[in-house]
């Protein structure tokens, strides 16, 4: 299985800043997924992130508040942009394990927005 | 709409008891259903089925698919307080590994 390192693991952040999140893998692997949880509540997909091209996202959510890069094949981010209290998440970046499909997460990063 | 519904959403055992968790769903393109097993962050992956009718194990968890029922089961025997935890259930959707619609989640506690 994949090694996936993500940072920050937990941050506190004034309403209408942005935060990064880096996340690292071990491997190189085609696709990243970046995964939001809002509290009490299951995990909802952001967004797919491919190396070289712009990432595809899900309904409801959209580029400029959620960028994504993925500038290499093992490393993605995250941008939460001009955060509010609903943004209060866990953000879990994932991989695939190729042609077993098998999908592992990072270790997750809290954010409380204030 | 794709879809994937767990039942009970949340459920209270002893130590030693068997529980069994519901899965249903309803996805277009079904590819596989998969068990994660999440006790802070990051959810930790359990099962993944693909076939109706073929029983995966590990240890005390088993899973078995019913693709007729759309549906899963995971069962726990002699639980423990380790148990403890959200199990989420997904549907992977259109062959494409990493796009799962996941349930909410069934919290389990385990008493001693």
């Known amino acids: 299985s994949a090694v996936i390192s993500q940072k920050p693991s937990r941050d506190i952040c004034q309403r209408g800043t942005s935060l990064t999140i880096q996340c690292q893998v071990d491997s190189q692997v085609t696709m990243m997924f970046w995964y939001r949880q809002q509290p009490g509540q299951s995990l909802t997909l952001i967004a797919t992130?491919?190396?070289?091209?712009?990432?595809?996202?899900e309904s409801g959510f959209v580029i400029d508040k959620f960028p994504i890069s993925r500038p290499n094949l093992t490393f993605s981010t995250l941008t939460v942009s001009n955060m509010s209290p609903e943004d209060s998440s866990i953000y879990l970046c994932?991989?695939?394990?190729?042609?077993?499909?098998?999908?592992?997460f990072g270790e997750g990063s809290r954010l409380t927005v204030l | 709409e794709d879809k994937v519904v767990q039942s009970p959403l949340s459920l209270v055992v002893h130590e030693g008891d068997t529980v069994t968790l519901n899965c249903s769903y309803e996805?277009?393109?079904?590819?596989?259903l998969l068990w994660y097993k999440q006790e802070k962050k990051a959810p930790t992956f359990l099962f993944m089925l693909t076939s109706s009718g073929i029983e995966k194990k590990s240890g005390r968890l088993s899973s078995i698919l019913d693709k007729k029922e759309l549906s899963s089961i995971l069962n726990i025997t002699a639980t423990q307080t380790g148990d403890s935890a959200i199990y989420l259930c997904a549907g992977d959707l259109s062959g494409n590994t990493g796009k799962l619609i996941f349930g909410q989640g069934t919290t389990l506690q385990v008493k001693p």
């Open positions: 996805v277009t393109n079904f590819r596989s």
């Open positions: 992130a491919n190396q070289g091209s712009e990432a595809t996202y």
């Open positions: 994932s991989v695939g394990a190729g042609i077993t499909g098998e999908l592992f």
